[in-house]
């Protein structure tokens, strides 16, 4: 680690800051309804892969979120989209964080877990040195073998698919 | 960000750890009830705004949480105030961080979510270099629309009424 | 701060990324029943301490926390062993880490909180640089005090007692 310039070792810090910052500046965009900042998550062409529900596909779509009668419901009934401390891998331009995304809700009896899941998100180094979501997995963490089988890959790096979205 | 100097990049990192320090730990030194450690979060003429409850005005009356009645029962049955991943803003000698609070509990039927909130969080930097808390505002997602706005406005710098409690 | 050098400053910021990537990567790999990595957040003598339960000694022990049909029978279902943003003390090539570690499953009626601790990881610098863990105590946050006490004492450094199992 030592052995690495300065420079190197700055900008590897600020990744994983821009990155925490991006993860969980998500969850606070959506539950605020902030449509612009939803949409400054991602790509133009990322992909948000919901696992037990349509995905969405583009900034576009993504950003709907945020008049989507059924997420409004949600909001005004009260709702936090949490996203834990993520684990990220970071290769140059490219980097994967894993996390897990818990959706607490209120209701009549106070509040409840209405959704908790697996999450595996692909990022990119954008050309004004932002980094963007392009791919982002999501799997219910409620029997579906996919959600333990998407966290075991924790320390696998940026797919090749993630070349889909680039910048 | 690499036209910036290596001491501005090096103190940017800083200031976001610092942050995170200083929000995760006001919840584990509220729950340990170490009323040094959760006056030393706040400036002195902090405040400590809830919502739905009456706020609390100053270091002192901020480190009398420890002793309340009220939190000494959640602590003795059981409690965590757990703060979410934060959203930084940092300009010069302010930051803001935004994230969720949320409160499980234990109680007879085992464990139960008591609160759930939004939390917008006004930091100085001090003379000694360290950050301290100079506003915190917390809004219960529980159906308040307060909270969800709070939530938006996570992009947004420090307020002029920060100036308030400066250092 | 700023008297320190420029290496002392770079390492610092490392180190607390390192531990925040240890402490949240054990849990998404105790989720993803990934052995190898479950192991490697150990040292080869640490101790994974619970309080309520038999502890684990050594890294064989907590490896195998991944075949066993308890923990199984959970994944199974759908859990999430969630640790918050820990607060991090460091002192050289030793560090503690204070957080909460909450585990929501899947049950019949949906989703509960079957798990809540307080957190105290103490973790050491191994010679190719990376972090461990050398012990961990939890303790459940029902009504025991050993929670709330453990929490209080967030601001103290590595105890002695953490040579054991040095690197």
Partial sequence: ???QSI???LLALEDRQAIYQLICGYGYSVDGCNTASVGNCYVDDG???????????GREAIEAITRDPGHLGLVAAGCAHLSSLPF???????????CHTM?????EKG????????????AARQPDGSWKIVHRQNY???GNPEGPALLARLNEGPAVSAEVGAA
Same sequence: chains 1, 2, 3.
């Fill in 88 to 98: 990220v891998v970071i290769e140059g331009d490219r980097a994967v964080a894993t």
């Fill in 111 to 122: 509040f409840f877990i209405g959704r908790l899941s697996a999450s595996r998100i692909e």
């Fill in 140 to 142: 219910m963490l409620n």
């Fill in 7 to 9: 420079e190197a070792r």
């Fill in 1 to 3: 680690m030592t052995t």
């Fill in 103 to 107: 959706v607490p809700m209120h209701g």
């Fill in 47 to 57: 992909v948000y892969a919901v696992g037990d529900l349509p995905g969405f596909i």
